[in-house]
């Protein structure tokens, strides 16, 4: 099993920053690719950003160049820099990773358990 432990949520004004962090601890041989999603209040779940092993990263429009996302391997933790930030931010964000067990299993999805980010104007 996979956990993940996120935190640096919270209240900010517009303009103002802010950064998630999200550790993956347990049983694990490997973590393949790392990211967030979050979801605003009546809309969808979508994918903000994410890392893969090699360091290429994508994000969706609305947040490039004001978000930066990053990992460090050797602690397997994500992170999102989150600068200028907008109230249309405003969301529960989710991180998550694609881990395998063994090295002869599948890569399986594990999800944090969110952490608000609301954004004032």
């Known amino acids: 099993q996979v956990q993940l432990a996120e935190s640096g949520g919270g209240l900010v004004q517009a303009g103002g920053s802010l950064r998630l962090s999200c550790a993956a601890s347990?049983?694990?041989?490997?973590?393949?690719?790392m990211g967030w999603y979050r979801q605003a209040p009546g809309k969808q779940r979508e994918l903000v950003a994410r890392?893969?092993?090699?360091?290429?990263?994508n994000y969706v429009n609305s947040v490039r160049g004001r978000f930066t996302i990053s990992r460090d391997n050797t602690k397997n933790t994500v992170y999102l820099q989150m600068n200028s930030l907008k109230p249309e931010d405003t969301a529960v964000y989710y991180c998550?990773?694609?881990?395998?067990?063994?090295?002869?299993?599948?890569?399986?999805?594990?999800w944090g358990q969110g952490t608000q980010v609301t954004v004032s104007s």
């Open positions: 998550y990773v694609l881990a395998r067990g063994t090295p002869a299993s599948m890569p399986d999805t594990y």
């Open positions: 347990g049983s694990m041989f490997s973590i393949n690719t």
């Open positions: 890392i893969f092993t090699g360091g290429t990263t």
